[in-house]
């Protein structure tokens, strides 16, 4: 056992738990004075962001994180020409990121795939690493294949047991090609899902919001949906699901050009609850349910 383990393992022992949270809640509000100084002069590094090209999938999973299963119909797809003008609208106030997944709903059902990979690859040394975040049920098509070896993205493919040989299949072939997959297995049945909250759920009372957002693990989930950078890719498509008011602190639209540099800068720097998390239950104290449950198809 490593020496950090048998730390925490001991000041876990000897500190009560809810002395550890606060601790824990301080050190995530406190903010390095350089962080926010570089992303004002528009040299902010994200470290993860997540592409979102829409909310269709072959899926109906009752505790989609995304809420896709629920979305409005004309969230199905994202038109591409807007989607280029958003990446390239935000590479021009950022210095790069880390790390970018694309997902739906399911990417492989998205039209304009292969284009989006293509247009992602031209910023290829603002970017570490693409991958695209997919249930493993499609088979791609070989155009798409040939984009992903080009631009050298990766794809992570959640096995849900659903269409567990299909997603065997797709691994085997994207390996073949020399894409580097990530394989995350829960077809044994029995892996589990944060039950984030369904449309017709109760929340917890509202003096828990900013807790319940800073202990959430995915407050640091950046995402690019429709114009829009939210902290998690949950917020834009559950307004419309679950019906309620947003505050203009809750993203940064992308195509509302004056001041943009200033209002990604403190977006990315002064983090706060969105209104989202009023109607969420996060993931530090959510139930939880099994992974992938199938809602009936209507």
Request: proline share 3%; net charge positive; charged share 25%.
């Amino acid at each position: 056992m490593r020496l950090g383990q048998i730390l925490k393992k001991s000041i876990k022992r000897f500190l009560p738990e809810s002395f550890l949270e606060s601790l824990i809640y301080v050190r995530r509000r406190l903010i390095s004075p350089v962080r926010i100084i570089e992303a004002y002069r528009g040299n902010a590094i994200i470290d993860v962001m997540v592409i979102c090209v829409g909310q269709r999938c072959n899926f109906r999973c009752r505790d989609c994180g995304n809420m896709a299963p629920y979305s409005p119909k004309n969230h199905g797809s994202y038109p591409i020409e807007e989607m280029k003008e958003d990446v390239n609208m935000l590479f021009q106030h950022i210095r790069g990121i880390k790390s970018i997944q694309i997902q739906g709903g399911e990417p492989f059902l998205y039209e304009h795939l292969g284009e989006l990979l293509d247009y992602l690859g031209g910023y290829s040394a603002f970017i570490d690493n693409i991958y695209i975040a997919s249930n493993g049920s499609i088979l791609p098509k070989e155009e798409i294949l040939e984009s992903m070896v080009r631009n050298h993205i990766g794809l992570r493919i959640s096995d849900y047991g659903i269409s567990h040989e299909k997603a065997k299949e797709v691994r085997r072939i994207c390996e073949k090609q020399g894409i580097h997959v990530r394989y995350y297995e829960f077809a044994e049945g029995d892996a589990m899902w944060y039950r984030m909250g369904r449309p017709d759920d109760t929340y917890s009372p509202d003096e828990n919001i900013s807790k319940r957002f800073f202990f959430c693990a995915y407050r640091t989930c950046l995402t690019l949906e429709n114009g829009r950078l939210y902290h998690c890719s949950r917020a834009y498509n559950a307004h419309y699901v679950q019906n309620f008011a947003e505050k203009k602190k809750d993203y940064v639209d992308l195509r509302q050009t004056k001041e943009l540099r200033k209002k990604i800068a403190h977006y990315l720097t002064f983090t706060t609850y969105m209104e989202a998390c009023r109607y969420c239950n996060g993931s530090h104290h959510a139930p939880r349910e099994l992974a992938a449950a199938q809602m009936e198809k209507q």
